[in-house]
């Protein structure tokens, strides 16, 4: 079974940088879209940012213009840039693939901005 793993959350001060990355599993199977979900405390997980496999991005308001998303295909990859850090973005961050008509979920990776 194909499994997601994230990495790169942490601690960093409000307007800092972080970089979250996630790799699939060996597969092979495509990989359809793939993206990046936030959970803060006590709210729901919400959409942050998504890319087909042909690169098409889409992203949520409140990150246009500081979070970028990319993917390499050849490494069942997803990565998540994240500038202009605000404590709003404090929360667990999972990435999701879609793939054989089902989504997978990674286990989340924590991400603290200290204002």
């Known amino acids: 079974q194909v499994q997601l793993v994230e990495s790169g959350g942490g601690l960093v001060q409000s307007g800092g940088s972080l970089r979250l990355s996630c790799a699939a599993s060996r597969t092979s199977f495509s990989i359809g879209t793939m993206a990046w979900y936030h959970q803060a405390p006590g709210k729901q997980r919400a959409l942050v940012a998504s890319i087909t496999s042909s690169g098409t991005t889409t992203y949520a308001d409140s990150v246009k213009g500081r979070f970028t998303i990319s993917r390499n295909n050849a490494r069942y990859t997803v990565s998540l840039q994240m500038n202009s850090l605000e404590p709003e973005d404090t929360g667990i961050y999972y990435c999701?693939?879609?793939?054989?008509?089902?989504?997978?979920w990674g286990q989340g990776t924590q991400v603290t901005v200290s204002s």
């Open positions: 999701n693939a879609y793939m054989r008509s089902s989504y997978i």
